[in-house]
């Protein structure tokens, strides 16, 4: 018996698919260029402009993570194509099914993760 035998492989599937779908949203919400009005300007003065640029930052660093946590979703998917679903990607140990039911993105048993 392996961790598969414990989960619904189709509620996982359903649940990445809808959870690669949200990532895009708000990936595409975090990379969205301010607007035209937005009047970015780096005077003399520290205004709205600055505060402004440090957010637009803060959001690209929000928008890489969310892409790295894409990523993750993503071959968690293939995985689950593929038939290695629950498998380690970097050992080969089985995945425990309480892991997977918490983390269905989870492609690393836990020491693989945590190393």
């Known amino acids: 018996m ?3 035998d414990d989960i619904d492989l189709e509620a996982i599937r359903a649940h990445l698919e809808a959870r690669l779908d949200e990532l895009g949203g708000r990936i595409d919400e975090a990379v969205r260029p301010p607007d035209a009005q937005s009047g970015i300007s780096f005077g003399k003065r520290i205004g709205d402009g600055t505060t402004e640029a440090v957010d637009r930052f803060v959001r690209v660093g929000v928008a890489e993570q969310l892409d790295e946590s894409g990523k993750q979703v993503a071959r968690a998917l293939e995985k689950l ?9 970097n ?3 089985e995945i425990p099914a309480g892991r997977l039911q918490a983390r269905p993105e989870s492609v690393l048993c836990v020491e693989c993760a945590a190393a």
Do not use: I, L, M, V
């Open 81 to 89: 194509d593929e038939g290695s679903y629950g498998t380690c990607d």
């Open 91 to 93: 050992c080969g140990a």
């Open 2 to 4: 392996n961790a598969r």
